[in-house]
T-cell receptor, first 111, second 115 residues
């Protein structure tokens, strides 16, 4: 079946270092969404990418959608302790009725 | 605005007991979802609903039932709880059909332990 894979599973960085998580789908996606979940919290929507090759920025966060619309990445510049949490990508299934989540990348930031 | 509210937030069950998780949203969203979250496995869809009176199976529906009698409520039931159902359960709602333009709004989660 359709799968959304995310790497790495864990990432430990020193505060101020950059961080990137990668998302790959087994099928072409109509769009991709990114969510952040703080420890003990619930997922919160960050952004949606729709166009092939699209790049969007939110302050220190840069989101990219691949040209083939099968992969995406989230890059955080100069991480801060407030960036701690798990980042999920999610894409719609082939029928478009359900959102399939990647396994998530857990980011820890050492002050 | 409360958004998406889940009750209860914590529950401990014995194997074989039944229970119902309630999800309520006040955003007039058509679509509602139940996910479970287990370490290292992301969020897996249990059941979902595209409108009042409709439900559909997700990735891991076995052992669960759902009902959407009112647009604002989505109930998740466990008829005979098993230890494998120990998890954190998240309800979510969306104003559009997921896969097109709808972001998910999540509740705060319900932590269920089955002994």
């Amino acid at each position: 079946g359709q799968q959304v894979m995310q790497i790495p599973q864990y990432q430990h960085v020193q505060e101020g270092e950059d961080f990137t998580t990668y998302c790959n789908s087994s099928t072409t996606l109509s769009n991709i969404q990114w969510y952040k979940q703080r420890p003990g919290g619930h997922p919160v929507f960050l952004i949606q990418l729709v166009k092939s090759g699209e790049v969007k920025k939110q302050k220190r966060l840069t989101f990219q959608f691949g040209e083939a619309k099968k992969n995406s990445s989230l890059h955080i510049t100069a991480t801060q302790t407030t960036d701690v949490g798990t980042y999920f990508c999610a894409g719609p299934d082939n029928q478009g009725g359900k959102l399939i989540f990647g396994q998530g990348t857990e980011l820890s930031v050492k002050p | 605005n409360a958004g998406v509210t889940q009750t209860p937030k914590f529950r401990v069950l014995k194997t074989g007991q039944s229970m119902t998780l309630l999800c309520a949203q006040d955003m007039n969203h058509e679509y509602m979802y139940w996910y479970r979250q287990d370490p290292g496995m992301g969020l897996r869809l249990i059941h979902y609903s595209v409108g009042e009176g409709t439900t559909a199976k997700g990735e891991v529906p076995d052992g669960y039932n759902v009902s959407r009698l009112k647009k604002q409520n989505f109930l998740l039931g466990l008829e005979s709880a098993a230890p494998s159902q120990t998890s954190v359960y998240f309800c979510a709602s969306s104003p559009f059909r997921t896969g097109y333009s709808g972001e998910l709004f999540f509740g705060e989660g319900s932590r269920l332990t089955v002994l």
